[in-house]
């Protein structure tokens, strides 16, 4: 198999901008993006090695694309499967067979991707082991433990981004009396469900613990969002000065709604006390639909908002029509775009395999202790989309590859 520790995303001998470019000792996606082919193996393949091509013709996706190299390589690196990415036949590791096979216990299922997930990648298990048992710690102090675990200062932020993302999709992260908690496994095989019991039913038989009168008041003024930013918009007439402010800008494609609406109050929570904080390390500034234009109305700004921003993230919550709308344009330029919900609004299939940060928003006490972790998942999932760059995916790439093709050059096809 090869080492695709080395080739994970980044070359220790490129350089960029003058700098020597270090190799990541962590895959470059999350543990559950990675999976996407083991699941396409068990699903096509029936568990057994299966040719490369046939496997991605089967997800829709171009063999040679540089998102596809990515996905082998960090599913190699995790060890979930075997084969580099130009490999004839690409084969599911034993453990990586077990973690996919919906016939296996779950159980072990559970344990065979804590293994590939945490304990197979260096960093991960160092963080796993310094802080189980414990309250989950600042982002920063997670930093400090990538760093003291090897990871290079350029990516330690994207190390803690992508061991919590797979943290919470192993069941590591509980909330426990109000705040956040690194449980060890041991603890998630114990209340895992035999397989006649379901997850969910678990979960509303674990134990909670009410918080007190003054907790309570402490988590809603932590609630209260502030204002949400205004920012100027790049005045026309110098092109320069307008597409560098396009370069550093976050376009928030968003339910609005009127003044004092669920869906106003809606759009302002998320993008001061979600948005806004993620994006601040990307070094992207967040503008949104009803700075530019009255709500509802699709203006050339937005339109062009649309087009240009550096990253698009669409709230499509309440299913408004108007962030669909939005949203296919994005798709339509090929750029990078990332997609927030509620947990419990339904995602339509067409727009349902793409990068999407599901936000619990049952009720105060189930988001407030989760504003970190939300804030994580949506600055990986916005690193990323800005990483793959022109090579987005959507549902165009995938069922129409040739469609800009055919747009340039309709005569040729």
Partial sequence: MTDARNTAGESANGSSGGRTRRARTFPAMSFKEALLLAEAIQTHGAGKPIRRLTLLESL??????????????????????????????????????????????????????????????????????QYKN?????????????????????????????????????????????SEHIVPIEAVLEQTPDDSGTAEEQERNSEYSEPTEEAQAEIVA??????????????????????SAFNKTCFVVSPIGSADSVERKHADLVLSSLIEPALEGLGLEVVRADRISKPGLITGQVIEHIAQAA??????????????????????????????????DKLPFDVGQYRTVEIDMTDIYVLVPKLDLHRQEITRQARAAMDDGGNTESPLSQFFPAFWDHIDHPEEN
């Avoid at 990253?311 to 962030?323: C, E, K, M, Q, T």
């Fill in 311 to 344: 990253l698009v993230i669409a709230d499509l919550s309440f299913a408004n029509p108007n962030v669909y709308y939005e949203l296919a344009l994005r798709h339509a330029v090929r750029r990078p775009v990332v997609q927030l919900i509620r947990t419990g």
């Fill in 134 to 178: 414990s309250r989950l710690p600042s982002v920063e102090v997670l930093r400090d433990a990538a760093s003291g675990a090897g990871t290079h200062e350029d990516h330690v932020a994207e190390c803690v981004e992508t061991f919590l993302a797979n943290a919470r999709e192993v069941g590591l992260i509980r909330t426990i009396a109000g």
């Fill in 222 to 243: 932590r609630f209260a969002p502030p204002p949400p930013k205004t920012r100027k918009l790049p005045k026309s007439g110098n092109k320069g000065s307008h597409a």
């Fill in 60 to 129: 829709g996706r171009s063999p040679g694309s540089d998102a596809v190299r990515k996905l082998i390589t960090s599913s190699g690196q995790y060890g979930i499967t075997e084969g580099a990415y130009n490999a004839e036949f690409l084969s599911l590791t034993p453990t990586g067979a077990i973690a996919t096979d919906p016939d296996y216990a779950i159980a072990g299922r559970v344990t065979a991707r804590f293994q590939l997930a945490i304990e197979s990648i260096a960093p991960f298990a160092a963080i796993y082991q």
